[in-house]
């Protein structure tokens, strides 16, 4: 049963416009969610983050939006660059501590076109 | 921002061999780290848990006797796969995060291990 979903493996944005990539979550004890980028043959990097108990966070360009109510968040990355062209995953854990166990969407792989 | 270094990166050995992989955190105590391995175009599935100076927690379907975690300081934790074999060929990546609330998991490089 997979606890956390990105429903679009792939997305692709011209540059300058808008990238929205969601995530959707089962589990009602998930309170601390994170978004990931990741570059081929590396390791994931740390883009932002969002406790339950807010709706939004932003941070530059990225902004992460929390509807607890319809489980659902999303990343919105304004305005996108050919350097965000990474995979993305959403990622949750409960306790509002990553150091527990996270569980990790399938990825959604944007290309941003010039 | 905290980093996390893995090695090797990259290994290629005959089946039989047991590879030891290393993650460090450089710049700060990590209480927990967590190992994670990521087949071609798939997420990253979580192996185990790794808590300095205890055991570590392994998910359901790895072999604990395949796969011996380490974690003897705040700042290393060793991954061996013993006695590797082809099935066993894929990208290992390490996480580590030093348990504060709201703190994230900072993960490492990755490794790819292929075996002959």
Known sequence: DQQVKQNSPSLS?????????NCDYTNSMFDYFLWYKKYPAEGPTFLISISSIKDKNEDGRFTVFLNKSAKHLSLHIV???????AVYFCAASVNNNAGNMLTFGGGTRLMVKP | GAVVSQHPSWVICKSGTSVKIECRSLDFQA?????YRQFPKQSLMLMATSNEGSKATYEQGVEKDKFLINHASLTLSTLTVTSAHPEDSSFYICSATNNGVNQPQHFGDGTRLSIL
């Open chain 1, 13 to 21: 944005v011209q540059e300058g416009r808008i990238s929205i990539l």
């Open chain 1, 79 to 85: 305005p996108s660059q050919p350097g965000d062209s």
């Open chain 2, 31 to 35: 209480t927990t780290m967590f190992w």
